[in-house]
């Protein structure tokens, strides 16, 4: 009956023994191992990493008065997080945290820079290339296949409406005469297109078969699905 007593009374006491001997060593003052980032501005957030830390953070000015902010700590007591205030002045800061065992002042300098958080990069838009020409060789061939096709259709029309005018001119000779101005227009028209051919074709016949070859600009080899001479 004794021995029972005994153990009744000594079991309560070993149990609160080690339980103030676990809250003693669990309860440990805190240390900060990093901060980041080290340069922000006005409003962006900061973190603090560490061990045993609060949510208690201060900000040490080189004239020695302290910013104290109340930030948010995780569940493991390892990250701080709070934001700088928005009417803190630019300048180099101390950090320090103040956890359940006392305050842990980093070597870190936090950088307050002026101005506020940095914005998202934005992307920058390209141009549409599609159908376009990439190059100054697939320039030329697109503007000398469209030049000769404009002056193409300008002599047709021009021979259409000559032919037009001379058909209901009635024996009127001003309207004749102006239609066969235009026939000739046309026909000096179309050896001028022939002409700039030639001078084209005798220079490099290249220039004339969609194949640019200068300088500095590489080979430009035809294409048939997208050839704009064909």
């Known amino acids: 009956m004794t021995n029972y007593k005994i153990i009744h009374f000594t079991l309560p006491v070993v149990f609160g023994f080690f339980l103030s001997w676990n809250l003693v060593v669990a309860a440990a003052p805190p240390i900060i191992t990093g901060v980041n980032p080290t340069n922000a501005g006005p409003g962006q957030q900061i973190e603090i990493y560490g061990t045993d830390l609060g949510s208690d953070v201060g900000l040490g000015a080189s004239a020695g008065n302290v910013i104290n902010i109340k930030g948010s700590v995780n569940l493991q007591l390892t990250v701080v997080t709070f934001e700088v205030p928005l009417n803190l002045s630019p300048g180099s800061y101390s950090v320090s ?100 051919y030639l001078i084209l074709y005798t220079i490099n016949p290249d220039f004339v078969k969609c194949t640019i070859n200068l300088p500095g600009l590489g080979t430009q080899q035809p294409n048939s699905s997208s050839n704009p001479c064909k």
């Open 97 to 196: 945290v103040t956890g359940n065992e006392g305050i842990s002042t980093t070597t870190q300098t936090l950088t307050i820079k002026a101005g506020g958080a940095p914005l998202p990069v934005q992307p920058v838009p390209t141009p549409p290339t599609q159908g376009l020409p990439t190059d100054l060789g697939q320039l030329i061939q697109q503007i000398f296949a469209w030049s000769l096709g404009i002056l193409g259709i300008s002599v047709f029309v021009m021979f259409f409406y000559s032919g037009f005018l001379w058909l209901t001119a009635a024996g009127n000779t001003s309207k004749i005469g102006e239609a066969k101005t235009h026939m000739t227009n046309a026909v000096f028209g179309a050896i001028l297109l022939l002409s700039s």
